[in-house]
């Protein structure tokens, strides 16, 4: 059985300053740019049963800079839709909602298009993805490069853990983390590493 590698993409101006980021297709910052570079140490002279990439900018050009081969566009990975919270940080959002939490309270609608998404929507999506790649990581490893908090969900679900359990896994941009098994259980192997 091989591991699955999940690549978070590099800075965004919106991962820097906090703003939660969806759908808007920032580009990555040239901080970003040389933080995808630096993890080709990581990533490449590996062979890849699957590698696939959330299709939004900011993550097909990480998996390119970082030297991914055959890197395959995937909608299950996007980010989740945080709606009425898009281009929002958390701290604006506590003005009016102290208490609020994205892992238990969600978010509201967006413009159309954009109804935002549960936990458990992710979560769905989430299994989607780890289904579709279970035939690849009995063949070797697989690596996924997409975003924060719909990795941390997909690392949940890998867990067998309910999908906002993601909370309990913080991810910072541009890192590689392995997900392996043990004894026939998957495990975290190592988490937000950079070179």
């Not at 978010?107 to 954009?114: A, D, N, S, Y």
């Not at 035939?135 to 070797?140: D, H, Q, V």
């Not at 896994?169 to 043990?182: D, I």
Request: charged share 25%; no cysteine; net charge negative.
């Amino acid at each position: 059985m091989g591991d699955l590698l999940l690549v978070r993409h590099g800075e965004t101006e919106w991962s820097r300053s906090g703003q939660h980021t969806s759908w808007t297709d920032l580009p990555l910052t040239g901080q970003g740019e040389e933080q995808a570079k630096s993890l080709a140490p990581l990533l490449t002279g590996r062979t890849y049963a699957r590698a696939l990439s959330s299709p939004l900018g900011r993550a097909l050009r990480t998996a390119e800079l970082a030297g991914i081969p055959g890197i395959e566009p995937d909608p299950d990975l996007h980010e989740w839709d945080y709606g009425g919270y898009e281009g929002i940080t958390t701290a604006e959002i506590h003005r009016t909602r102290p208490d609020w939490d994205l892992w238990t309270d969600g978010v509201p609608p967006g413009p159309e298009g954009h109804p935002g998404e549960t936990p458990d929507g992710i979560g769905a999506r989430a299994d989607r993805v780890l289904a579709r790649v279970a035939p690849a990581l009995a063949e070797g490893d697989v690596v996924l490069v997409a975003h924060a908090h719909f990795l941390r969900v997909l690392t949940a679900r890998r867990l067998g853990l309910p999908p906002a359990d993601g909370r309990l896994f913080r991810l910072a941009t541009a890192t590689v983390s392995r997900l392996s098994t043990e004894h026939g259980h998957p495990v975290i192997a190592e988490w937000n590493v950079r070179p």
